[in-house]
């Protein structure tokens, strides 16, 4: 029997246009539950699609802040993921909860 081989799936790859970034950061804030650092890992999983050095120029960062705030183990202030957001091209909105 051959020999099945495997890769890691890396979501940063796949995330191409400003939609699908969009969508995926959409999806991301339903599912956290309140997990904010679930949250930071999926703006860097989207700052990885668009480059960290650039997003890093973009917010203000270095390029290994942004890396710390955006690793999942940590939880980055209000105004650093705002920063984030908007380097990203991203916005955030609001809606009343049913």
């Known amino acids: 029997m051959p020999k099945?081989?495997?890769?890691?799936?890396?979501?940063?790859?796949?995330?191409?246009?400003?939609e699908e970034m969009a969508a995926y950061l959409e999806a991301s804030l339903?599912?956290?539950?309140?997990?904010?650092?679930?949250?930071?890992?999926?703006?860097?999983d989207i700052a990885r699609a668009?480059?960290?050095?650039q997003v890093a120029r973009d917010a203000g960062l270095s390029r290994e802040s942004l890396y710390k705030a955006l690793?999942?183990?940590?939880?980055p202030g209000f105004d650093t993921i705002l920063k984030i957001v908007s380097a990203l091209g991203l916005k955030l909105h609001a809606e009343a909860a049913h």
């Open 30 to 44: 339903e599912e956290a539950n309140g997990d904010a650092a679930f949250i930071a890992k999926a703006l860097g």
């Open 4 to 18: 099945t081989t495997t890769s890691r799936y890396d979501i940063a790859e796949h995330l191409r246009t400003p």
């Open 71 to 75: 690793s999942g183990e940590r939880i």
């Open 50 to 53: 668009k480059g960290m050095s």
